[in-house]
T-cell receptor
Framework: EDQVTQSPEALRLQEGESSSLNCSYT??????LFWYRQDPGKGPEFLFT???AGEEKEKERLKATLTKKESFLHITAPKPEDSATYLC?????????????FGKGTMLLVSP | GAVVSQHPSWVICKSGTSVKIECRSL??????MFWYRQFPKQSLMLMAT?????????EQGVEKDKFLINHASLTLSTLTVTSAHPEDSSFYIC??????????FGPGTRLTVL
């Protein structure tokens, strides 16, 4: 069974204080690992897809990296508008309908 | 802009009534769409995969007679919660597949059953 564990559950940062969120996963053949941002009361917003170990993707203050067992979402010099819950999801090659398995997310709060 | 819409964004109903939630793919004909449920501070849990022109595929533990899914066109999937009870109160989110395995999600529907 595919499993995704995200840590920490919650993270509070000061504006400009860089940090990283962790996503550990077990999957029978990783097809893709996905990062999403979810604001309260909204649906998840797609951020990145990573396919193989060593791959990196960047978007503004966010950078996602992937190893064979985990992924990190690095947040550089965060701003209050980066406050949200960040979700990680995996997709296995044997998921017949390309389904995603999600972690519980990391709730990030950035204070001014 | 948004590629998936949902209607309504929130709904309150009495116990025992049925509620229909619509999910539309705005920019792409989607043969497959997905329905998720999310409880507070919990992960998104896949309920079912909606297939255009055929029966939906339900995840283990999801009652197909309670959560009726219809995917009658390439842009519209509907989820009907039949005989809703307070324990069905949740945030329901639909999605469609992207071209590279990712999914694009709708804004969600907050269901409250009194």
């Amino acid at each position: 069974e595919d499993q995704v564990t995200q840590s920490p559950e919650a993270l509070r940062l000061q504006e400009g204080e860089s940090s990283s969120l962790n996503c550990s996963y077990t999957v029978s053949g990783l097809r893709g690992l996905f990062w999403y941002r979810q604001d309260p009361g909204k649906g998840p917003e797609f951020l990145f897809t990573l396919y193989s170990a060593g791959e990196e993707k960047e978007k503004e203050r966010l950078k996602a990296t992937l190893t064979k067992k985990e992924s990190f979402l690095h947040i550089t010099a965060p701003k209050p508008e980066d406050s949200a819950t960040y979700l990680c999801a995996v997709q296995a090659w044997d998921s017949g309908y390309s389904t995603l398995t999600f972690g519980k997310g990391t709730m990030l709060l950035v204070s001014p | 802009g948004a590629v998936v819409s949902q209607h309504p964004s929130w709904v309150i109903c009495k116990s025992g009534t049925s509620v229909k939630i619509e999910c539309r793919s705005l920019d792409f004909q989607a043969t497959t769409m997905f329905w998720y449920r999310q409880f507070p501070k919990q992960s998104l849990m896949l309920m079912a995969t909606s297939n255009e022109g055929s029966k939906a595929t339900y995840e283990q533990g999801v009652e197909k007679d309670k959560f009726l899914i219809n995917h009658a066109s390439l842009t519209l999937s509907t989820l009907t919660v039949t005989s809703a009870h307070p324990e069905d109160s949740s945030f329901y989110i639909c999605s469609r597949k992207g071209g590279l395995g990712e999914q694009f999600f709708g804004p969600g529907t907050r269901l409250t059953v009194l």
